[in-house]
């Protein structure tokens, strides 16, 4: 039974912690898109077109979902049943997830990539994380639709002289220029703070 407990335990931590670091300090950005690992093996898009998808992030909540189930059930019934429910509960959440979640997201993927970057050149936003020498911060500004959104910014050397080496956040600033494959706007202060 200790094993299966520390098997269970080591499924909750993976299973939570790797996407929880990948969201936080970008941890597969290094292994070539690890994270955003998604195969349809027949080419169709969908789990309704095929019997397997694979998606890394389902995966892991799977994994998280098992070893909670698991958990929480050994000890109280057999074995072999802990084992029955901790991995259909997984799978459970790993379709669910992937259905209600990623599918939908992907079907919206084209429209978002088609996006041209070039387009936020002069709009205004918010420092909703500040700029130093040494960090980007992030800039929220609205989409063609008038969503909110962020992205990456950053100051020329000039800019950030004029104040102090750092731009708080909530300064109101432009966007005028964009770093594309870096998904990084330069951005110039155009007013106070909010």
């Known amino acids: 039974m200790e094993k299966f407990d520390i098997l269970f335990q080591a499924c909750i931590i993976l299973g939570f912690a790797l996407p929880c670091l990948n969201l936080i300090v970008g941890f597969f950005d290094g292994l070539d898109g690890v994270a955003d690992l998604d195969m349809d093996f027949n080419g169709h898009g969908g789990a309704a077109n095929t019997f397997f998808v694979f998606n890394f992030t389902c995966l892991m909540l799977a994994v998280g979902v098992f070893g909670i189930f698991g958990k929480v059930l050994l000890g109280r019934i057999l074995l072999g049943l802990v084992l029955l429910i901790a991995s259909g509960s997984g799978v459970l959440a790993y379709m669910a997830v992937y259905r209600l979640v990623f599918l939908p997201l992907s079907r919206n993927r084209s429209q978002v990539e088609s996006h041209n970057f070039q387009d936020l050149i ?35 050397e000039k800019e950030l002289r004029k104040h102090n080496n750092c731009m708080p956040l909530g300064m109101r600033v432009q966007i005028v220029e964009v770093i594309e494959e870096k998904h990084c706007c330069y951005v110039e202060m155009v007013g106070g703070e909010e």
């Open 122 to 156: 002069g709009k205004k936003g918010v420092l909703i994380l500040q700029i130093t020498q040494e960090h980007d911060g992030t800039i929220r500004t609205t989409d063609s639709t008038g969503a909110s959104i962020t992205y990456r910014a950053a100051a020329k």
